[in-house]
């Protein structure tokens, strides 16, 4: 038969483990750290391409070159002259054809179109030009202010 003593062991046995376990955060980091590295190079895969350079070319203004300006109220100007709609193509055509007879080089569009004018006023001479045949269109916009 055997007998216990009961010495002061209790009161070791009473203090508090105040020591954080690590073991299972580690455990759970590792995870995450793989899942990230895992799932990562998922997300960001693109399609590879070689993306052009821009560069802010100042426009050369030649006399054959038409500018066409449209303002707020979609009234169109031709060199500063007011025109209308249905008169876009005949001009198109006729500058056109001067250039051919002329051997000079063909004129390009340049539109100028008001901030908050509808695109559809601008598809409008777009839209002109192209019927007539004028190979370059192109905007003239003001440079935007990055110091702001």
């Not at 006023?121 to 030009?129: D, P, S």
Request: glycine share 4%; no cysteine; charged share 20%.
């Amino acid at each position: 038969m055997a007998v216990f003593a009961q010495s002061g062991h209790d009161e070791d046995e009473a203090e508090l483990n105040a020591t954080i376990n690590v073991v299972p955060l580690v455990d759970i980091m590792l995870v995450m750290l793989i899942i990230f590295l895992v799932t990562i190079p998922v997300i960001v895969k693109t399609v590879p391409l070689t993306l052009p350079n821009a560069r802010n070319i100042a426009t050369v203004t030649k006399p054959e070159n038409i500018v066409i300006s449209v303002d707020a109220a979609e009234n169109v100007y031709w060199n500063n002259a007011p025109v209308t709609y249905a008169e876009l193509r005949q001009r198109f055509e006729a500058a056109l054809l001067r250039s051919v007879h002329s051997g000079t080089p063909l004129p390009e569009v340049h539109i100028r179109g008001d901030r908050t004018v509808r695109f559809e006023a601008v598809g409008r001479v777009i839209l002109a030009a192209q019927m007539a045949g004028v190979p370059k269109v192109g905007f003239i916009t003001e440079p935007r202010n990055t110091g702001t």
